[in-house]
């Protein structure tokens, strides 16, 4: 039996005469945290949702927890796993505590009561119980990624995608998300970050992947990637970010 | 003067059309705009919605009928409707002009209030739709109960418009030739003014549309500016959050 919750294997993806990805593998064990890094345009952000299948590979493998859902039905697969996006994405004409509610109801079938129970437990897990009854856009853009995190925790996912949850971030925002996710990593969610927060990625991840033109160039663990890097492309990045 | 006050604001023959338009007209063109309203609106969304889909036999039938309803001038689509279906298919639809009017303000109306649809739902951000399927809920789902609601509310003084567009086209059934209780505002003025030779019965008409549509342009006005400055919580919860000192007023 494997231990891999999330395994990527070949993935293509070409926008017209563009390949995004050329060919990535990627696998992620239960209970760590991935961090992906590269340069914009890398295709970094194309591969986190190809997990979900936000974006449909032209070719590869899908696996979630050893079993392939390449083609399996798409809902039933992002139940499993949860997303969080650069801009929050949260509902703006439904409160906060409707925003959690919505889908745990929707998608999870739960009676009310129960829906807003979850909700509300969420919420006061990332701190923002005394939000329920906001509107996202009464929220700071911190607070409203914490919602978007905890309606996405409130779905049970077996694991967590990040498409660099902070990139739209004031500055004096960005450690009180960062400190959120690195407690979920602590708790041993499994987890996979798109991210440019670079002290991030080595505090707190497993693995490192660096991305450049649509490959996974070098992947290893936070050390042999800022320390010891090997590839001229992953060098020069360092370089540029550190 | 006299006499321009004799042609548009004869008194007596105002006073005389007065409960003709109250009783009969008003009701009418109520109803006519009304039901058409509210069936323009179901069509409408199906358009939209068709408009929208990804599946090519569903986009294009809605093009197409959005182009020809709306490419046709209001008149001659109520005639041919109106007159012809009476007239061809009168085991399914009867010959009573007054429903066949009522229809053929719908179909009218569904064009346009389609496009309104499709504009507005057209401009929610697609994150909206991406977060809604990452949750897990189907496009149907995150269509209805996510980005639709967005998107009509945007669009809900354009819809408006159409409504009073409405109100004032509703006048064209006219043509069809209504029995003495099925007459329309424009009808009861127009009748009296061909009998008596004089405007003011007309004047009286336009003063009974003007006290449909002003309102309803007003209407247009509020709902436009409290969308402007933006509702970021309900009334009850901003008092709320104001008293608890959370938030300033």
Known sequence: MSSSSVELRDIHVSFGTLEVLRGVSLAVEQGTTTCVIGPSGSGKSTLLRVANRLQEPDSGEILLAGEKVTHADPDSLRQRVGMVFQHFNLFPHRTVLDNIVLPLRNVRKLAKDEAVDIARERLAEVGLADKAPYRPAALSGGQQQRVAIARALAMDPEVMLFDEATSALDPELVKGVLELMAGLAERGLTLVVVTHEMGFARRVADKVAFMDRGVIVEEGTPGAIFDDARSPRLVQFLSQVL | ?249
């Open chain 2, 1 to 249: 003067m006299d006499q321009f006050l004799d042609t548009f604001l004869n008194w007596e023959y105002i006073w005389q059309v007065f409960p003709d338009l109250l009783k009969t007209g008003l009701l009418n063109t109520l109803i006519l705009a009304g039901v058409s309203a509210v069936i323009g609106t179901v069509l409408g969304m199906i358009l939209a919605v068709m408009g929208l889909s990804a599946k090519r036999w569903l986009r294009w039938p809605a093009r197409i009928y959005t182009d020809i309803f709306r490419g046709l001038p209001a008149i001659l689509t109520i005639l041919v409707i109106g007159q012809g279906l009476g007239t061809v298919a009168r085991d399914v639809v009867g010959t009573n002009p007054y429903p066949l009017g009522i229809l053929a303000l719908s179909l009218i109306a569904a064009a346009y209030i389609g496009e309104i649809f499709r504009a507005g739902i057209q401009s929610v951000e697609k994150g909206q739709l991406e977060a809604s399927r990452a949750l897990g809920m189907s496009y149907r789902s995150a269509m209805v109960l996510v980005v639709i609601p967005q998107g009509v509310r945007r669009v809900l003084p354009a819809l408006v418009n159409q409504f009073i567009s409405l109100v004032k086209d509703s006048s064209l059934v006219y043509f069809l030739g209504l029995l003495a209780s099925q007459r329309e505002l424009f009808r009861i003025g127009q009748d009296l003014a061909a009998n008596t030779g004089n405007l003011s019965p007309l004047v009286a008409a336009g003063f009974v549309y003007l006290v449909i549509t002003v309102p309803l342009t007003h209407l247009v006005n509020y709902i436009d500016k409290r969308l402007r400055v933006g509702k970021k919580v309900s009334p009850d919860e901003e008092l709320d959050l104001v008293a608890s000192g959370k938030v300033q007023s």
